[in-house]
């Protein structure tokens, strides 16, 4: 596994994206990703999947008043 360049990454940060301290340790590294437009390319859903999806996680309207 390769080691993240900390100082390369706080630089882009905080200097940058002007983020301050805490925000910057407040984000993951997938969120830091997407703040320096280095979004991931992996396959979009498909069909099979959503619905997979929605079977392990169904909506529920329980106490929601419309």
Same mark, same amino acid.
């Given at each position: 596994?390769?080691?993240?360049?900390?100082?390369? @990454?706080?630089?882009? &940060?905080?200097r940058g994206l002007g983020l301050r301290p805490a925000e910057f340790w407040d984000l993951t590294p997938a969120e830091l990703q997407l703040? @320096?437009?280095?979004? &991931?390319?992996g396959a979009?859903?498909?069909r099979d999947r959503l619905s997979e999806l929605m079977a392990a996680f169904p909506d529920r309207d329980e106490g929601v008043s419309p």
């Open positions: 596994m390769a080691a993240f360049d900390w100082p390369a @990454l706080m630089r882009a &940060g905080m703040l @320096l437009g280095q979004e &991931g390319r979009a859903m498909d």
